[in-house]
């Protein structure tokens, strides 16, 4: 069994405590847990988590303060857990900087699935120190290897940064990750489905269930991308919403470089 490095589970109920850490065990975690938001922060501090479980119901500080706490000076994978799956709260969790978002109940095999699978991607927030992981495809507009252009806006994704007019855009990791994908399309339509496998990663196949909370939480994210690159919702520059389906480029203009 391989050695993951170290999880740790921010769960007030014992019996959901209890399958986590046996979950996370069996993946190969050396696991510790906490059943409060206040402790949990420092047991992820003192033990330099890798991966971490967040409930966002706790009995002290609510899962959404104890991730911010955390933000301040890790990046471990977090994964919020909860009963809730309204857009508000995933809305909550992604800007709080949560890498992934699962329902209550969950299958045990899915929370070890989208951990593996979070752990392939860059384990950074995108500011260029980092080539990613992902194989090369075919670009439109290449300037060099790995760079793709459209209406303005850059994309390197060897160095995971992202410029309009020569002007740095940050993005978070699923952002990044939504953004290149489309690009790459080059206009054809990404449902979805396609896009949480992006965020998710090479993990998750064809065959992988995809929730109504996964599809709701691509919503988010593109929000938060089109926020960021201040979208005309009326003429868009860079994502089309294909209404039912999902997402596309925008036309290229030729006035754009």
């Known amino acids: 069994m391989d050695d993951l490095g170290v999880a740790v589970v921010i769960e007030d109920d014992a019996d959901v405590r209890n399958l986590l850490e046996g979950v996370l065990t069996q993946a190969g975690f050396e696991v510790h847990t906490a059943v409060d938001g206040r402790a949990g922060v420092e047991v992820v501090r003192s033990k330099q988590a890798n991966v971490v479980t967040l409930d966002i119901g706790l009995p002290d500080i609510d899962g959404f303060e104890v991730l911010r706490?955390?933000?301040?000076?890790?990046?471990?994978?977090?994964?919020?857990?909860?009963?809730?799956?309204?857009?508000?709260?995933?809305?909550?969790?992604?800007?709080?900087?949560?890498?992934?978002?699962?329902a209550k109940p969950f299958r045990p095999r899915e929370l070890r699935a989208r951990v593996a699978a979070m752990m392939r991607r860059p384990r950074h927030e995108v500011t260029g120190q980092k080539p990613a992981q992902w194989g090369e495809a075919a670009t439109p507009a290449?300037?060099?290897?790995g760079v793709l252009q459209h209406n303005g806006l850059l994309l390197n994704h060897r160095t995971r940064t992202v410029e309009i007019k020569g002007e740095p855009l940050g993005l978070t990791r699923s952002e990044f990750d939504l953004l290149h994908v489309l690009l790459k399309g080059g206009g054809a339509v990404c449902t979805r489905a396609?896009?949480?496998?992006?965020?998710?990663?090479?993990?998750?196949?064809?065959?992988?269930?995809?929730?109504?909370?996964?599809?709701?939480?691509?919503?988010?994210?593109?929000?938060?991308?089109?926020?960021?690159?201040?979208?005309?919702?009326?003429?868009?520059?860079?994502?089309?919403?294909?209404?039912?389906?999902?997402?596309?480029?925008?036309?290229?203009?030729?006035?754009?470089?």
């Open 69 to 102: 706490r955390i933000r301040n000076f890790s990046n471990a994978y977090v994964v919020m857990l909860t009963g809730r799956t309204e857009e508000p709260d995933l809305l909550s969790a992604l800007n709080a900087g949560a890498d992934d978002y699962i």
């Open 142 to 145: 290449p300037v060099e290897p």
């Open 194 to 257: 396609d896009l949480v496998r992006a965020v998710r990663g090479d993990f998750y196949d064809r065959d992988t269930y995809i929730s109504e909370a996964d599809e709701r939480a691509v919503e988010v994210h593109v929000g938060n991308l089109r926020r960021k690159l201040k979208e005309d919702q009326l003429a868009p520059r860079w994502l089309q919403t294909v209404r039912g389906v999902g997402y596309r480029l925008a036309p290229r203009r030729p006035d754009d470089a």
